[in-house]
Structures are given as C-alpha cells and as structure tokens.
C-alpha cells in the first residue's frame, strides 16, 4: 500500500523538514504487522515527492488477530484486501512514520509550522464504502480538489461494473498537519473497518486529531460513528464534547468581546452606518433570498426580517454559544409562524463547503474575515465563490489606516481580540480583486463611516456581483 504526498511550493525540498524524513535516505520501520518505508522518489527545488510504503504480512496479520474475534470466514482470514488497500493498517503506519509532523511542529525550519503550502496526496486503491459520492462528501468540505476514478471490479467484464475500490488524489493549500491529520480520521471512515479493538482511548483519539476541523464538518455525525465503528456509547459521548467545544476562531466570550470592539467604535455609530449600508446594497440587488455568514449575535439578521422583499434568510455561524445569544435577540420563541417561516440558524465553518449555503441570491460576510487566520482564507474564498456562487456577496472588514483615529485603542493594537489580521485599503482591494479573477466576479468598493481623508473610513466594503 501506498500514499505519496508531493509538495510545489519552492524550494519544495522543505517537505522534509516537515515529515522529520530527510530525503536523501530511506527510513524503515517494523509493525506488528509489517514494515513501513518512507523514500522519495523525486526532491527537487520545484517538486518534491515522499512516498510511504506499507507492506503487510498477511500471516502476521492473522496472528495479531486471534483473540480480537473472527476476520470474517476461515478463507477470508487467509485472502482478503487489507495488503493492497488503504486501511487502518496505513492509519497506524501514518502515525509511525509522522508522528510528529502530525503534531505541527517543525524543529529544523520553525518558520514552516503552521505554514500552508499547495500540496497533494495520492493513493493508488482507496476503498470507499459510499461510493465515489462519501469521497467529495467528506474531502470536498475541507477545501480539497477530489479526483477519485473508480476501479473496475473486472476490466475483462464491463457488465459488471465497478468495484468499491478507487485511485485517490487530493490537492489543496493545507497545513503538512492539516494533511496527515484528514487522511489518518478519515482513510478508516471510508472503509468503514479497522483491525483493532475499540476503546474509549478512541474517542480522545478523534477529538484530538479532529479539534481544528471535525465540529464544523457537515458530516461529522457520519465520521464519529464510523471512527468509533458504531458503538452507541462512544459515539453518544464524542457527539456531545463535538457540541461542547468552541470551534477555532471562536471566541470565548463573544458578546463581551463584541462589545469592546462597538466601544472602540461608539463615537461615530459605526455599527449602526454598517447596517444601514448593507441593507441599502442589498435592496438594490433584489434579492430574495440571503445567506448571513458569520451572523454573530443577530444584529442583521433582525434588519433583513424587516426587509420584505427577503423571503428567504440563514444565518450561520461557528458558535453554539453565539447562535443561543443571536434567538434570544430575535425573541424566537415569540416569533410568529409567518416570521419564522422565512429564517433559520445554523451551526457551519466559512472554511468547509456546505450544501446548506448554497442557492442564496445573496450573502453578506460582516466583519468576519479578520477572525480567520490569513493561510485560510482560500478555503473561504472557494466555500463562497466558488461552491455557494451568491450573485451579490458583501464583505466588509476594519480598515487599518483609520485605527490611529480612534482615542481609545492603543497603537498598534487591533480593535478586536480576535482579530487575526486588520488590512490596509490597498490590501483588502488586492484581495478582492484576486477573488475575482479566480472566480468570474465583479467588484466595486465603498467605505463605510466619516471618511478621514488621507486615512480613508473605518470600515470598507467590497460589492461582488456576477
């Protein structure tokens, strides 16, 4: 078995540095069941390419089994797949071979931890209990172009159609961890099996390896029950820490620390100009329906179910907690059926693709950006652009050349904790202009707030439209 992870990004060699395999030797490991190799077939400045070769004993598999319960009937303990697919068996072999780049760290070059590169992984028979379809439904929403080819049950015989078996590739611009860590959760979700026991330790196993991306994942259910091979009890438990944590890019408090970031504002009613803005955008698109990513405490949402031309409104967000906040702000419970009828909230990352989002003839993105780590704002991009094609998407986001205006906010300091990164004018342009290109929009800017001159305004706007 086979999976080769190539890296384009110059100088592409620094994969090493990242996997802890250093590509002029061959690194050889024994397992209970086998051996696993890392070499690299091709290290060059412009690609660089790690291979991780399984090989499996079939006889040492068989002992390794006894007293775990039957393989299946006695021929099959003897002729089965498990040498030639991707397995658990590969799982075990990822976290052998790259333990520790699964950890995020990088020894020899720091300043490579935590760094997105374009990166692809390839695996020649990838069994799919799903089909081709679970494939793209779980690899899709993590940002990843899927190419899965089906492989025929016999070439010989057409008629009978194809096998559950499939060539694998995935590319993307992911974390090296981001990588290791999809494919370890997720080669036994797909093969619906694993070769060991089920223990609790599992569940903590999942949680840990999944933490960045499994709680907004839209088939998290699916994952957690095949990962704990359906046991009730583990599944029950992991569903509820799921729910429980706060996803990344979450804060801990969020009305608390929305309402530093309004006093920051408050002598020019920003907020109130932001809101005002946008439903003026959004009236003149004539849309009827809208999708609120980032919706937060509700603020627009309340301002989009006065506007009756919107007969269709979501909101969505990360946060549990801030979905709770944004219901009791809408009075849900005393909403009239009517009312009701037109909006609804959902939990979903801006970062994972979600059929849920799609089919809104317009979507507002209100300062939610800058709460998104910079290497993962192409995941963004194509959740939106791409998959969800809204005809008219408002984003707005803080203008950092306006922040020396503000009496009460420090220098150099971002106007919110959370915040991961705070643009110039000629930045955020930059950016937009790029989504644009990439994906067949238009755009048009306008600022929002007192306009400072040589500082331009707080807040800028950028207006796709198809």
């Keep these: 078995m086979l999976l080769e992870i190539t890296n384009t990004a110059s100088p592409a060699t620094d994969l090493g540095y990242l996997l802890y395999k250093n590509p002029a030797n061959v690194r050889t490991s024994k397992l209970r069941f086998g051996q696993a190799h890392v070499y690299y077939p091709e290290a060059s400045e412009e690609r660089c390419t790690a291979a991780l070769l399984l090989e499996i004993n079939p006889i040492q598999l068989l002992r390794n089994r006894r007293g775990q319960g039957n393989y299946g009937r006695a021929l099959e303990q003897y002729v089965n797949d498990r040498p030639f697919v991707a397995s658990s068996h590969l799982c075990v072999a990822i976290a052998e071979m790259y333990g520790t780049a699964m950890s995020g760290r990088c020894k020899g070059k720091p300043e490579l931890e935590g760094k997105a590169l374009p990166l692809s992984a390839t695996i020649p028979v990838l069994p799919s209990r799903g089909g081709t379809e679970l494939l793209l439904r779980l690899f899709e929403p993590l940002g990843y172009a899927v190419e899965a080819e089906p492989i025929p049950l016999d070439k010989e015989f057409p008629d009978w159609g194809n096998s559950r078996y499939h060539r694998f590739r995935i590319s993307g611009k992911v974390t090296v961890q981001e990588l290791l860590t999809h494919l370890y959760v997720l080669i036994p979700v797909l093969d619906n099996d694993k070769h060991y026991w089920i223990a609790k330790d599992e569940i ?82 004539g849309a009827t329906s809208i999708v609120d990513l980032g919706c937060g405490e509700g603020k627009y949402l309340r301002e989009y179910l006065k506007m009756q031309g919107l007969q269709r409104i979501l909101g969505v967000d990360v946060s549990m907690q801030t ?27 801006l970062l994972y693709r979600d059929q849920r989002i799609a089919g809104f003839e317009a979507a507002s993105c209100i300062e939610v ?4 780590d910079e290497p993962r704002l192409q995941a963004f991009e194509r959740v939106v652009f791409e998959f969800a094609k809204p005809k008219t998407v408002i984003v707005t986001t803080p203008n950092v050349e306006y922040n020396v ?62």
Aim: with cysteine; charged share 35%; hydrophobic share 30%.
């Design 323 to 349: 979905l709770g906040i944004a219901k009791n702000r809408l009075h849900w419970d005393d909403m009239s059926e009517k009312k009701q009828s037109r909006i609804d909230l959902i939990q979903g990352s």
């Design 405 to 466: 205006r503000f009496e009460n906010l420090p220098k150099g300091n971002f106007r919110h904790r959370d915040h991961r990164f705070e643009w110039s004018r000629k930045e955020f342009q930059a950016w937009a202009n790029r989504v644009c290109e990439n994906f067949g929009y238009s755009v048009d800017f306008r600022g929002t707030g007192d306009d400072g001159s040589e500082v331009g305004t707080p807040t800028q706007m950028a207006i796709f439209q198809q």
């Design 204 to 285: 903590d196993k999942l949680l840990t390896k999944g933490e960045s991306w499994l709680p907004a994942h839209p088939e998290k259910e699916l994952i957690v029950q095949r990962y704990l091979q359906y046991r009730r009890r583990f599944t029950r438990e992991a569903m509820e820490r799921l729910m429980e944590e706060d996803v990344v890019g979450s804060p801990e408090d969020p009305e608390q620390q929305d309402k530093e970031e309004e006093a920051v504002e408050e002598k020019i009613s920003l907020n109130e100009q932001r809101i005002s803005t946008v439903t003026k955008v959004i009236s003149e698109s």
């Design 369 to 372: 950006i800058e709460h998104l």
